[in-house]
């Protein structure tokens, strides 16, 4: 048998050493534009301040495909043909597959500004862009962060850490958008500013200016020009499936999968940044771009192509931020929407939050924000507690009680149940 997996990141490589686990003669390729074997990908931040070597994201070595006699090519897709069960590479190269997997994974978003080719700026998505910021970062005395969301709080702190002047641009009314609302930012944002960080909040980055082709200033819509050395863009993320365009593999935002990671094509599977799958929280096909969903896509993909019948039974969306020693949790749906109910807490003086979304009596989402917030604690009963729907009914009240331990309010829930 002859698996293809497209993809080396989390998704992928899962895969590849889960196919290996079960067959021990398939031939298994992976295909990445990467040429590192599996790193952990959520730790390259930490080169920037050397709070980490490389050595150290490789987690499972840096040889771990040869040790299980996975085949890795270092090149970019074109294209998928399904009819002939083939792909073909930018080199020209081209091979055949009983089982494809698509895992490509994702490319930040850029805009087409003005100037945006200068030196000094930079997207910080993979190991390379990761190395490209560290030599950057020995020269520079000012930085801009385009993007107020969960990347841009990690470069926040690795960028003061190295005492960088430092200018984070958010088009938003607030910062992290997706977890907080305005109100609940307002305290994360004062202890930013409180350690000397400009937030310019409502704006957006219109030009790049520069010297002898290197970054000089940032250009605001409003007209204000922040001078700079250096500029990291965290807009966000797209999937990387502009090569399935006319392959017939169905696409929206991503690759549409059913319960089992298959697309519409019976050999191929999607897992990971590129795979749209149904999501039971809002009764619909999205994405869940995660490192953790990542793992267990790739994995419940990896055994159906080897002829397991094994369901992927959806994910609560979770995220979590740290910064200058506040953690914030998200987890399922944490903005109202229309039929939803909120009841929240906030405290502007103790710089806590707690806040829960709920429909019909289910807990739908939940976002805590604290200092002292166990997130090995709190993130599973909110995960699973999300997941299942729970019935909070007259439990609501215990929610909100700052000195109330989630595991004993959801332990009687589900006693209750």
Known sequence: MK?????????????????????????????????????????????????????????????????????????????VIPEKQQILLKSGDEFYYDYLLIASG???????????????????????????????????????????????????????????????IEKSSHLWPIGF????????????????????????????????????????????EIHTDLAVITIGMKPNIDFLINSGV??????????????????????GDVAQIYDPLYNMPILHPTWGNAKKQGKIAARNMIGDSIKYEGTVPI??????????????ITH???????????????????KFIFENNQLLGALILGKQVNKKIVKPILKKAIFEKAHINDYKHLLLLEDNEFNNIF???????
């Open 250 to 271: 169905n696409v929206e935002k991503g690759i549409i999968v059913d319960s089992y990671m298959r697309t519409n094509i019976p050999s191929i599977y999607a897992a």
């Open 319 to 332: 995220q979590t931020i740290k910064i200058f020693g506040f953690t914030a949790i998200a987890v399922g």
């Open 181 to 224: 609302d305005r109100k609940i930012a307002r305290i994360v944002e004062k202890k930013i500013t409180e350690n000397g960080i400009r937030i310019y909040l409502d704006e957006e980055v219109i030009e790049f200016k520069g010297e002898n082709g290197k970054l000089s200033s940032v250009i605001l819509k409003s007209g204000r």
């Open 3 to 79: 698996y293809i997996i497209i993809g080396g990141g989390p998704a992928g490589a899962t895969a590849a050493l889960e196919i290996r686990k079960h067959d021990a003669k398939g031939d298994i390729i992976i295909i990445s534009d990467e040429n590192y074997q599996f790193y952990k990908r959520s730790k390259i931040i930490n080169l920037i301040s050397a709070s980490c070597s490389e050595d150290d994201l490789f987690l499972k070595g840096k040889k771990v495909y040869d040790e299980n006699k996975i085949r890795f090519i270092n090149d970019r897709i074109e294209r």
């Open 336 to 354: 109202s929407k229309k039929n939803f109910d909120e009841i929240s807490w906030i405290s502007f003086e103790k710089g806590l939050c707690r």
């Open 411 to 417: 332990r009687r829930i589900e006693i209750k149940a």
């Open 106 to 168: 994702g490319s930040p978003v850029l805009l087409p500004w003005k100037g945006v080719e200068l030196e000094g700026i930079y997207t910080l998505y993979n190991l390379d862009n990761a190395k490209k910021i560290a030599k950057h970062v020995c020269s520079a005395k000012r930085a801009v962060i385009i993007g107020g969301g969960a990347i841009a709080m990690k470069v926040i702190q690795n960028f003061k850490k190295i005492g960088l002047d430092i200018s984070i």
